[in-house]
């Protein structure tokens, strides 16, 4: 969706419960991760950066460099500013550990989660990225596929286990990379209306997945990688993530192909007067003035940290993300239209059928029971009274089977989600530039009794072709790997030729407004004309209440 903030305040992963995990508890304080040191011992596959040598592991064929740094630690005088260069180091270092990711507010998340790893380790020592390769510095020239991950702007890592490369990697003779960066106030707290010499800060998180970017250019190539054929691909946040920086100067060039997977809800970015309000509300609940808005750079981060959660408890919460500042984001990223700034640049872009199943039901078990007076009063936060008779006649005629509580979740997906979809394909294909092609991933997953549908993150197993990895999400049996072996085949052809046809799928039209051609990924998948066209076109014609995330 449009828009900046939801009217709670909400992630993009859904919040459970919230706790800061920081380490290991001292003295009844708490201690960040320690920063990375090099280490020079042992042997395997050995790669030369222009920082230095790393050296790797290899895994079923695939060799595998974890940790490696892209910029210095942000901690110190680096918080709060654009990222600088790693120092260089002598020796070999070794790249056989994920970095800390960058601190925050660690979130318990629903049993089907389970199967997927979550980081604890926290440091602002980390900006670090990891890299699967088939083979080192070969001339091989592979496609690179460079990961961002989800959590909204502010939690998670590129470092958990569904995000492994190894077989993305050796299916498709692809390069994988995924990236640790700044997240929530570390990367996006507006400072510049109150500290000027903090005048990138609302978008120093941005500016780390830039600084990544620059890395593979000048490295990717001692890695078998091509920098000439860079895709960028992330979900939820991570989506939102790709379409900032298809409107980033500094990112022009770096990227040569960009998927948002269900992450389309960031089309536009905050005002600096929206952020700065958010600021403001960190400042009073440190009790700290605006005058005193610097004293922000020299805290610890887990006062910082306990403040966001502090403030979540009392004010609904800091949902920090990308300003439009005039700077690293000149405007948009997708408003009015599509950045001019990536015409040029092939986009796949799609969600999965009933996102909200997690995102909201997650959290609010009892969604799933509504009756239909109780759906009916949650549809009074988006529509005028008069309307809700229409929208449900319209949803029941396209959901025949559905329970009250479906209803509200298909209704809710195309509302926080599928629309901003519609709307980035749309603005991308009137640009006439580039092509752009629209997915929806339809497949039910059988965990929890069959009530969870296709939930938000369920492609995180087939894109990555990690379906072992993944049986609390998807399930085991022969269905989740035909969708892997179908995702999968999709994403590596778009990084290999900027087009995501292939045999695997029947025949992938780019999307135009003429058709709105849409793959309808399933154990079966199909190509649609105006998938769920009575939806939108409904829901165009009304006038909503706010619906962002």
């Known amino acids: 969706m449009d828009g900046a903030t ?4 909400e992630e993009t ?15 009844g304080g708490l201690a960040l991760s320690s920063p990375r040191q ?24 695939t060799h595998v460099f974890k940790g490696i ?42 049993e089907i989660f389970s199967s997927w790893t979550f980081d604890k380790d926290m440091s602002e ?6 890299v699967w390769t088939p083979a080192l510095a070969d001339g091989a020239k592979r496609p690179v596929m ?23 990697a050796r299916k498709g003779d692809v390069v994988v990379v995924t990236v640790n960066h700044r997240l929530n106030l570390f990367g996006y707290l507006q400072l510049a209306q109150f500290a000027p010499e903090y005048a990138d800060a609302g978008n120093v998180g941005l500016l780390d997945l830039v600084q990544a970017l620059g890395w593979v250019r000048d490295n990717i190539a001692s890695f078998g990688g091509d920098p000439g054929n860079v895709t960028i691909f992330g979900q939820s946040g991570g989506g939102g993530k790709v379409s900032c920086l298809m409107a980033m100067p500094a990112a022009a060039g770096l990227f040569h192909r960009a998927v948002v997977q269900s992450g389309s809800y960031y089309l536009e970015a905050m005002s600096p007067d929206a952020s700065s309000a958010l600021t403001r ?33 009392t004010s609904g919460g800091l949902n920090f993300r990308p300003v439009a500042d005039g700077r690293a984001l000149p405007s948009g990223p997708w408003v009015p239209g599509a950045p001019e700034v990536s015409r040029n640049v092939p986009l796949l872009v799609g969600t999965v059928a009933t996102e909200m199943t997690l995102l909201t039901g997650g959290g609010d078990p009892a969604a799933f029971t509504l009756d239909e007076a109780g759906l009916r009063e949650r549809l009074l936060r988006w529509f005028e009274p ?51 092609w629209l997915y929806e991933v339809d497949w039910r997953t059988p965990v929890g009794g069959g009530k969870w549908k296709t939930p938000h993150s369920v492609e995180l197993a087939f894109v990555f072709d990690n379906v072992a990895k993944s049986a609390s999400m998807v399930g085991t049996g022969a269905e989740p790997q035909a969708l892997a072996d179908q995702m999968s085949a999709s994403w590596l052809a778009f990084a290999r030729s900027g087009n995501p046809d292939n045999p695997a799928v029947p025949h992938w039209p780019a999307y135009t407004d003429a058709d709105r051609s849409t793959m309808v990924f399933d154990v079966t998948s199909r190509v649609v004309n105006d998938h769920r066209g009575l939806e939108r076109k409904l829901l165009a014609g009304l006038s909503l209440k706010q619906t962002n995330l």
């Open 281 to 313: 509300k960190l400042l009073a609940t440190l009790e700290l003035s605006p005058s005193e808005a610097g004293k922000l750079a020299s805290l610890p981060a887990e006062v910082l940290i306990a403040g966001m959660e502090k403030a979540q408890k």
């Open 13 to 27: 992963e859904m919040v459970l419960s919230r706790r800061v995990v920081l380490g290991t508890a001292i003295g």
């Open 38 to 61: 090099p280490v020079a011992q042992g042997s395997a596959p050995v790669a030369t950066t222009n920082t230095g040598q790393v050296r790797g592991a290899t895994d079923g064929g």
């Open 386 to 436: 008069g309307d809700i008779d229409r929208v449900l006649a319209t949803f029941r005629e396209t959901w025949p089977d559905a329970t009250p509580g479906d209803l509200f979740f298909a209704i809710e997906t195309d509302l926080r989600m599928r629309q901003g979809a519609w709307q980035q394909a749309g603005r991308k294909a009137a640009q006439g530039g580039a092509p752009v």
């Open 6 to 9: 939801g009217p709670s305040g």
């Open 125 to 130: 020592d980390c900006l670090a990225l990891n």
């Open 69 to 110: 740094p892209y910029g210095a630690s942000t901690g110190g005088e680096g918080r709060f500013r654009p990222p600088a260069a790693p120092a260089p180091w002598s020796g070999v270092r070794d790249a056989l550990a994920f970095a800390p990711m960058c601190p925050q507010v660690i979130r318990s998340l629903p």
């Open 146 to 168: 460079v990961w961002f991950h989800g959590g909204d702007f502010s939690s998670l890592s590129g470092s958990r286990n569904v995000f492994d490369g190894t077989r993305l």
